[in-house]
């Protein structure tokens, strides 16, 4: 199983982008799925955290509204499209596949979250 994030860059608030995540060796319908991110000297958080199969979706406090996820099974690909940037969503983003969600007040991952992929490098310049 192999997952490779991209469409990251250099975006001015107000801005928008979408990442991909694309799966080779697997398909997203046997996992749950997850975008997560990590900003320099912060702790990893879960951005969005979903089942196709199943269509739930959860999204963190702070992207809701502002990033939705879709996807093209054609492609075996998912994205995450973020609009309404802000300089606080500057992150390293990550596609993470699991077995089940975990969802919590103020919280949303992946139970078993076994395969990454690289990452992809979102800055908003304010």
């Known amino acids: 199983v192999q997952l490779v994030e991209s469409g990251g860059g250099l975006v001015q608030t107000g801005g928008s982008l979408r990442l991909s995540c694309a799966l080779s060796?697997?398909?997203?319908?046997?996992?749950?799925v997850g975008w997560f991110r990590q900003a320099p000297g912060k702790e990893r958080e879960g951005v969005a955290c979903?089942?196709?199969?199943?269509?739930?979706?959860y999204y963190g406090d702070p992207v809701k509204g502002r990033f939705a996820v879709s996807s093209d099974h054609a492609k075996n690909t998912v994205y995450l499209q973020m609009n309404s940037l802000k300089p606080e969503d500057t992150a390293v983003y990550y596609c993470?596949?699991?077995?089940?969600?975990?969802?919590?007040?103020?919280?949303?991952?992946?139970?078993?979250?076994?395969?990454w992929g690289q990452g992809t490098q979102v800055t908003v310049s304010s």
């Open positions: 993470a596949l699991g077995y089940g969600l975990h969802i919590e007040p103020g919280l949303v991952g992946l139970n078993d979250a076994r395969h």
């Open positions: 060796g697997g398909t997203f319908d046997d996992y749950t």
């Open positions: 979903f089942s196709l199969p199943d269509r739930v979706f």
